[in-house]
């Protein structure tokens, strides 16, 4: 491991107000590095310098990572495993489900859970849409759905109503605010203008969740 990626990942990590352990930090260094290697062969992002990754990936990650509430989360259009890796390290009291239908990503998402020892972890090569998770028979359904850059608005919702309780909480990570949405079954609750340190670029965070009658 790198020394100087950690401490880069430290130092951002203090500034943005949050706090993890060393053994975390080093799993998300880690996680940064296996996507670095892999990206040779799989092409799993744009961003191929590893420093980069830290801010691009890492801390615009987890500048949502307080906003999670809830044991279960589904991130949806997962690809290389971002917000859904860097939160599972984080929060390992909760539970992941990392969905994709690009093979590749999730092969590299499989290998990336065993490599960082994510036993909080599912890996699902599926599009969203047919997913139809159940235990012992009930339907499940998940306290939080994350999206990052993975499709407009209403399709996420869309998408994601059959796995939706009137609790869910729909976190849609944005870069431009684009807060309007036609779906009629939701609601904003929540419009959040997130500093991710060392990112020059607009993010934000909208909350959504169903209508209650």
């Known amino acids: 491991m790198k020394e100087p990626l950690r401490q880069q990942l430290q130092h951002g990590l203090k500034q943005m107000g949050l706090h993890y352990s060393v053994e975390a930090q080093q799993k998300l ?5 296996l996507i670095a290697r892999w990206n040779k062969v799989f ?18 990650s987890l500048v949502v990572q307080p906003y999670l509430e809830g044991k279960t989360v589904l991130d949806v259009g997962s690809g290389a495993g971002l917000p859904g890796i860097p939160f599972a390290i984080t929060s390992p009291d909760k539970q ?18 065993i490599d960082l020892k ?36 209403d399709d996420i919702l869309s998408s994601t109503l059959h796995l939706q309780s009137a609790v869910t909480s729909i976190l849609v990570m944005q870069g ?5 949405f036609t779906s009629e079954q939701h609601v904003l609750c929540e419009s959040q203008s997130l500093d991710v340190y060392g990112l020059d670029a607009e993010r934000h965070l909208l909350e959504i969740k169903k209508k209650t009658i």
């Open 29 to 33: 260094v880690h996680y940064i590095q």
């Open 43 to 60: 092409n799993l992002t744009a961003i191929r310098d590893v420093e980069e990754m830290v801010s691009k990936h890492l801390l615009d």
């Open 96 to 113: 992941f489900v990392l969905i994709d239908t690009n093979g590749k990503k999730t092969r590299f998402l499989t290998q990336a859970k």
């Open 118 to 153: 994510l036993d909080n972890v599912e890996v699902v090569n599926q599009r969203v849409e047919d997913y139809q998770p159940t235990k012992e028979g009930h339907r499940i359904y998940f306290d939080v759905i994350t999206a990052r850059a993975y499709a407009a608005t």
């Open 176 to 180: 431009k605010l684009e807060p309007h």
